[in-house]
Structure formats: C-alpha cells, structure tokens
C-alpha cells in the first residue's frame, strides 16, 4: 500500500532573484510540496525581503539564512527538514504545474530510491554560445545521465532521506564542485538506486552562459570536480574513460575546447585531492 509521505523542496541560492519564478512555480504545482525551504548563503537585504514576503504569504515557505559553500549550506538544512522525501530545485528552474508529482512517483512506488529529470531551456538564444549550452543540456541528459545515474546533477531530483541518514551529507571538502557527483556515487556503492524520469523535466535559465569564456570556465570547474569525486569514489579510470568517449560524441567546435581543456582539468583535480587528503 502507497504512504503519503511529507515532501521538502530545498532551494539553495546566493543572490539570485530569479528564485521568483521558482517560488510562483512551486506554490502552482498540482501536488502541492508539504514545505518549500529556501537556504540562503547570505543574499542581500533586498532578496531576503522578498524571501520574507513569501514565508508570510505561504505557511508552507520557510527561510534560513545559512551561509557557506553550496555542500556546507545543503547539509546545514537537511536537520531542519520535516519530508521524507528531499527534492533539490535550483533558484534559476522553474517548474511546470505536474512536476512534483510526475518526479516523486517512482520513489513513492519504491522503484527507486533516488531520482531525477531533464532540464528544457527557458529562453531563445539570443546567440550562438547560449544555443550550445542549450543543445548541449538537453544532449547530456538525453546521452549520458541516461547510461550512467552518477552523472545526474543535482538540480531537479528527488530523495528518500533514508539515503542522507545512511551516507550522510555533502562533502563539504570538494569546494571546486562534484560534491553532487560525489553523493550520486556513494548512494550508489551503498545498494541504492537511482533513475532518471524523463517526463520530470524543468525550465532551466542559462542565459548567463553567452560568451566562450564563460561557457569554458564552467566546463573547467565541472571537470576538475567531477575528478575529485571520482578519485574519492576509486573509480576514475572507468569513469573518467566513459566521460571522454562521450564528450567525443557531442561534435561542436566548444565541445572540441572543453575536451582539450580535461587533462588539464584532470590534473588540477589531482592536485587538489592530494592537498585535501595530507
């Protein structure tokens, strides 16, 4: 028999007034979330008033100012949820009105124990770089988060918090990112399971992606990141093997830089992980 278990929306943001549109989606959803938790790293006055006029609006709407790295403020908030089920939404998706329902169902059903769905993009580009981060989201979903799980983002998914009680939180070391990753990894080794539900999808605003320098810079971070995580995790060879052969597979000349730019970033990582660990 099905329970109806609590569900906690957590959005982390730092500054970011785009959350509006988060917030205005997740009070709309046909299934409506049992709490919206906002942990915020330290906005400014401004954001965090409109924060405030949400949570007196909305019962369901709480606040915390909960400053720190994207890991340190996620693990600072999971004590302070009530679900049972944790969904992560980033402040710049937005969600249509049968998301909620549509990702938490496989989960509800235990055919998974993790899950998460696909990213749309919000806007028309506006030039060619935006077009290929565009593209390029929808590629990576459709390509590479549907072989291989530990790639999911963290970004629009959903979890049993039964997870977080046996693997624990973020790792609060990987400050160049991957600590996404890295959790997919770990809940992974510990027998849990994980799915990506393709009708899940989001609203995702990346026009601030609109020049090769920031495209490539991002690129760079994700990559030293995801090499931390994979050399926590034991598996970088086979990881690392599987991310080169799918980078090749996406033929664009950005592309081409970002899989130049991976032994660098390889390195960068492997520095890092021998700081991290004397």
Not at 59 to 84: D, M
């Amino acid at each position: 028999m099905k329970r109806n278990l609590k569900t906690s929306v957590v959005i982390t943001l730092l500054d970011d007034f785009r959350v509006k549109k988060t917030l205005d989606s997740l009070i709309s959803q046909n299934k409506l979330p049992d709490e919206i938790v906002v942990a915020d790293g330290g906005s400014k006055k401004e954001l965090l008033d409109m924060l405030y006029e949400y949570e007196k609006k909305d019962r369901r709407v709480r606040v915390y100012i909960l400053p720190g790295s994207v890991a340190e403020t996620r693990n600072k908030v999971l004590p302070l949820l009530n679900g049972e089920f944790v969904i992560f939404l980033d402040a710049d998706e937005i969600a249509p009105p049968n998301w909620l329902s549509s990702l938490i169902k496989f989960i509800e059903n235990r055919e998974a124990d993790f899950v998460g769905g696909p990213t749309k993009p919000l806007n028309a580009p506006k030039n060619k770089y935006e077009a290929f981060v565009n593209n390029f989201s929808g590629w990576f979903y459709e390509n590479v988060v549907s072989r291989d799980i530990s790639t999911l983002p963290m970004g629009n998914t959903a979890w049993h918090k039964k997870i977080f009680d046996k693997i624990g939180g973020f790792d609060e070391r990987l400050k160049w990112g991957g600590e996404d990753y890295d959790i997919n990894l770990r809940a992974l080794a510990n027998g849990f399971k994980g799915l990506l539900i393709k009708d899940a999808w989001v609203w995702h605003d990346q026009s601030h992606l609109d020049s090769l320098n920031k495209i490539v810079r991002r690129k760079y971070k994700y990559s030293v990141g995801a090499t931390l995580a994979y050399f926590k995790s034991k598996n970088v060879k086979k990881k690392i093997g599987r991310a080169a052969k799918t980078s090749i597979m996406y033929f664009h000349p950005i592309e081409l830089i970002n899989f130049l730019i991976k032994p660098f970033a390889f390195i960068k990582g492997y520095i890092l992980w021998k700081k991290i660990n004397q």
